[in-house]
């Protein structure tokens, strides 16, 4: 439950002719209990749209600081809302819920909301929901038929926005018809779409498969298919990738520098090690920090060497390259 005086005192601040609460104040929202979420949810809907925008879109990004922070109530009432925006932020809000409830939600979301946004945020956020299922925490019925709805989302006539998510959140599945939907989605013609697939094939931990479509595209010309295909080769641990990542310490492209970091982090191997140890002698600040991360998951993932042996229980998902 929320400090009921820093609650109180939120609510306030929601309540001055500016309607605006301060970035340090927003932890006075977090974690509510079934009074305060109801309290929150009459204030919140007598804001102005624009203040309800701003305030969302505040507690995402802090929530993305300070992982501590439980905005779910805020979330939930966010996706009642009439502006399709503040909906879509609702369900950003919800990434990290496991409640089957919102996976529900989100499923009538994605079917039947009038917002192209927020039908693709809804496709997104269902990842999660399909990885619970895999894992065989959610509830059998609701995770088939959310993994039935993307499938019918991916094969429909969909905006390209809403069908590329789709196929981003089935790559958590197991479902015999994943390989198929993913290699359609990978010879698409459109680059959003590869990279969506790209995204896919790096959650599937089927380096057997994958591994060459991923090392394939390591050198594609296009920095969004590169930046893609850095990440799914992290993903999926590559260590035949190795070479090709330390190419890409020195690509013309930030962002692609730094997935090259964070990838020969999650692959480790001595030779990732003693590159990354150079790279942080001359490293911007930021780039030292990515780096130290990258170390930090380097070390975690070398006490699990010993565990990466030959598949043997014929599932495919082999973590050997």
């Not at 922070?69 to 919800?94: N, P």
């Not at 094969?155 to 994943?178: D, F, H, K």
């Amino acid at each position: 439950m929320a400090n009921p005086e820093l609650f109180a005192a939120g609510l306030r601040e929601l309540g001055a002719d500016d309607h605006r609460v301060p970035a340090t104040h927003l932890h006075s929202f977090s974690d509510l209990d079934s009074d305060q979420a109801g309290r929150f949810r009459e204030a919140f809907g007598g804001l102005p749209l624009d203040a309800r925008r701003r305030l969302l879109e505040q507690m995402v990004e802090a929530a993305e600081e300070n992982f501590e922070l439980d905005f779910e109530a805020v979330g939930r009432a966010a996706l009642d809302d009439g502006d399709g925006e503040v909906r879509r932020l609702g369900i950003e809000m919800l990434w990290e819920s496991k409640d089957a409830q919102v996976g529900e939600r989100f499923l009538c979301m994605l079917r039947d909301d009038p917002a192209q946004d927020v039908r693709a945020q809804a496709a997104s956020a269902l990842g999660r929901f399909v990885l619970l299922h895999d894992f065989e925490e959610l509830q059998p019925q609701l995770g088939r038929r959310i993994e039935t709805q993307l499938l019918a989302v991916v094969q429909s006539g969909a905006p390209l926005e809403i069908r590329r998510r789709a196929v981003e959140s089935m790559g958590y599945s197991s479902r015999a018809e994943v390989p198929d939907l993913l290699r359609a989605a990978f010879a698409e013609p459109q680059p959003e779409m590869k990279g969506s697939a790209l995204m896919a094939i790096g959650r599937t931990a089927d380096r057997r498969l994958w591994g060459p479509t991923v090392l394939g595209e390591l050198r594609n010309p296009s920095p969004a298919i590169r930046f893609q295909a850095v990440g799914a080769a992290g993903s999926l641990g590559l260590k035949n990738a190795v070479p090709e990542l330390l190419e890409l310490l020195n690509d013309s492209d930030r962002e692609i520098r730094e997935q090259a970091i964070w990838a020969l982090g999650e692959i480790g191997g001595e030779r990732a090690r003693l590159a990354l140890e150079r790279l942080q002698r001359s490293a911007s600040a930021g780039e030292r920090q990515l780096i130290e991360e990258a170390l930090n998951d380097l070390e975690f993932q070398s006490g699990l060497d010993e565990f990466r042996l030959l598949d043997e229980d014929g599932s495919g998902k082999a973590p050997l390259n």
